[in-house]
């Protein structure tokens, strides 16, 4: 065999499990947007080998929901990577330690003696999810959020337990404010937006004009339709904008250990070597995956609400580590007879175990179930079997009934694919 054959063989056997992947992911996303349950921008890269890069748009839908490869979406919660950098970046400087209690920097805050900044950054504060009542604020201070966060209770002991809570990173965010020495946002420019040269990512509520901005759709009874102007403008940690690009830019960038210190970026993935973060709110979803051990890094921005969420990354991480997935297919599901001494055992209260504050009630009327919730909005579900409920034949979504060890039965909640546990409180 001449040399230059052999060449060719090797060069070709290196890129044809990438153009495999490529091709596999690119149907994957191609029949999730036919299905009309993505439009966003997606990056994704195997051991610094870029697999795909593609925008996806749902056809025959309102223009303004189009997107293109340079636009900005809100990503939500994906900022606390910014959030979290920001913490390590002041641990660099001395300026914190993560074994720091937080009364250090908060006076008199309840439990501040027993909660450190590392409790903080991985969720195991005891803090709840969310603010009480938080949906009826528009806008609020760091101050004013300070004030409401130190009237929540703690959910667990600090560090014994783990509970996903934004009151917890509104407090960091309040912290690197204080800590910094011209604020939050100056901070995190100067050693992210600047240093990374991340052109297309700043904070949403300081932009006078955007260009290039994807505005927040939703499904609504089967029609696409836009948010409104008050879920685009929230208080957050920081509601960033970003781009696919620039958060991958970051990704490869922040291993580099060229702006942080290397032992501090191990922090940011932690013992798993995974760097996972999730956003969504009403219009958007975001993900962000880096995984150092398998090379998998994936990232998506969208403006659209209704996606399968959970199945989504679990497919396209099973697709990446060649395990077994699903294309997306179209839903129709059929309900089907249930009597009603089954279902009366499904009747009572619910609260998320992510966020008591949100209550659901189960009644039966009629031969049928509703789902109430805490302001009363009233759903009827529909029996696909003698545990699986349904509101929408045509979504993934839906309600389980499951025996738990007390011999009562427990409601999940799947909501755009994600699986929320509740606790039955009466």
């Known amino acids: 065999m001449k040399p230059f054959t052999f060449f060719f063989i090797f060069i070709f056997s290196m890129h044809c499990p990438a153009q495999q992947y490529g091709k596999e992911l690119d149907q994957y996303f191609t029949a999730l947007t036919d299905l009309k349950n993505f439009n966003g921008n997606v990056k994704i890269a195997k051991n610094n080998i870029l697999l795909l890069d593609k925008t996806y748009t749902i056809q025959d839908a309102d223009k303004a929901l189009q997107v293109n490869k340079n636009s900005k979406f809100i990503i939500a919660s994906v900022s606390k990577i910014f959030v979290k950098y920001g913490i390590l970046k002041l641990a660099e400087q001395g300026k914190l330690k993560l074994s720091d209690p937080l009364n250090k920097y908060i006076k008199d805050f309840p439990n501040g003696e027993k909660i450190t900044i590392e409790h903080l950054l991985s969720h195991q504060s005891g803090l709840p999810r969310e603010i009480k009542e938080y949906e009826k604020y528009d806008h609020l201070s760091l101050e004013k959020i300070i004030e409401l966060a130190r009237e929540e209770s703690l959910q667990f002991e600090p560090g014994t337990q783990t509970l996903y809570s934004n009151v917890g990173y509104f407090i960091l965010h309040y912290v690197i404010d204080k800590l910094s020495d011209k604020g939050y946002w100056n901070f995190i420019q100067t050693e992210i937006i600047k240093k990374y040269k991340l052109k297309n990512t700043g904070e949403f509520n300081t932009a006078q004009t955007l260009s290039d901005f ?123 007879e249930v009597p009603d001494e ?80 509740t606790k039955r409180i009466q």
């Open 342 to 421: 089954i279902l009366k055992q499904y009747t009572g209260k619910f609260a998320l175990e992510a966020d008591q504050s949100q209550i659901f009630s189960i009644i039966l009327e009629g031969h049928f179930l509703y789902i109430l919730d805490k302001d009363g909005e009233k759903t009827k579900i529909y029996p696909e079997s003698a545990t699986s409920f349904f509101d929408n034949p045509k979504s993934e979504d839906g309600y389980q009934f499951l025996k738990g060890s007390d011999q009562q039965y427990h409601l999940i909640i799947i909501s755009t694919g994600v699986k929320l546990n």
């Open 214 to 336: 994807a505005y927040g759709f939703s499904g609504e009874n089967g029609r696409i339709t836009p948010v409104s102007h008050t879920n685009i403008n929230r208080f957050e940690t920081g509601n960033y904008f970003s781009t696919t690009d620039d958060l991958y830019s970051f990704s490869q960038q922040l291993i580099s250990g060229k702006n942080l210190r290397k032992d501090l970026v191990l922090k940011m993935f932690g013992k798993n070597s995974q760097l996972i973060q999730a956003g969504g709110r009403p219009g958007y979803r975001a993900y962000y995956y880096q995984d150092l051990k398998s090379g998998i890094t994936f990232i998506f921005t969208s403006n659209f609400t209704d996606i399968p969420f959970q199945k989504v990354t679990e497919d396209i991480i099973h697709l990446l580590n060649g395990q077994s997935y699903t294309i997306p297919q179209k839903i129709n599901k059929k309900a089907i």
